[in-house]
């Protein structure tokens, strides 16, 4: 009953920059944290930026001072500004979050992850 929906991916050129927006939707009550996750062909996850529900954000030291995170908790939506983007930007990224849903009158909590955008930066 909850989706998690990416968008804002593409292919630009190194030192470009690119939006993405994950919208949360279903029967949700609230929403704790929200993390934008990247995978590159061959390489592990990584978390790239997190930030809680009142705000507070970390960052992947590989983007720090380029990436910025944010969420509008009215739309359950965050959002991850990526700016001067490197070829090794390059990767599939993810949201995911960790929310408490509601159900028959039934409050759970769990964590659902999006299905994913392409980035791809050239060279």
């Known amino acids: 009953q909850v989706q998690l929906v990416e968008s804002g991916g593409g292919l630009v050129q190194t030192g470009g920059s690119l939006r993405l927006s994950c919208a949360a939707s279903?029967?949700?009550?609230?929403?704790?944290?929200m993390d934008w996750y990247r995978q590159a062909p061959g390489k592990q996850l990584e978390l790239v930026a997190g930030?809680?529900?009142?705000?507070?954000?970390n960052y992947a030291d590989s983007v720090k001072g380029r990436f910025t995170i944010s969420r509008d908790n009215a739309k359950n939506t965050v959002y991850l500004q990526m700016n001067s983007l490197k070829p090794e930007d390059t990767a599939v990224y993810h949201c995911?979050?960790?929310?408490?849903?509601?159900?028959?009158?039934?409050?759970?909590?769990?964590?659902?992850w999006g299905q994913g955008t392409q980035v791809t930066v050239s060279s």
């Open positions: 995911y979050a960790d929310l408490l849903f509601t159900v028959g009158g039934i409050t759970g909590t769990g964590g659902y």
């Open positions: 930030i809680t529900s009142g705000g507070s954000a």
């Open positions: 279903g029967s949700i009550f609230s929403i704790n944290a």
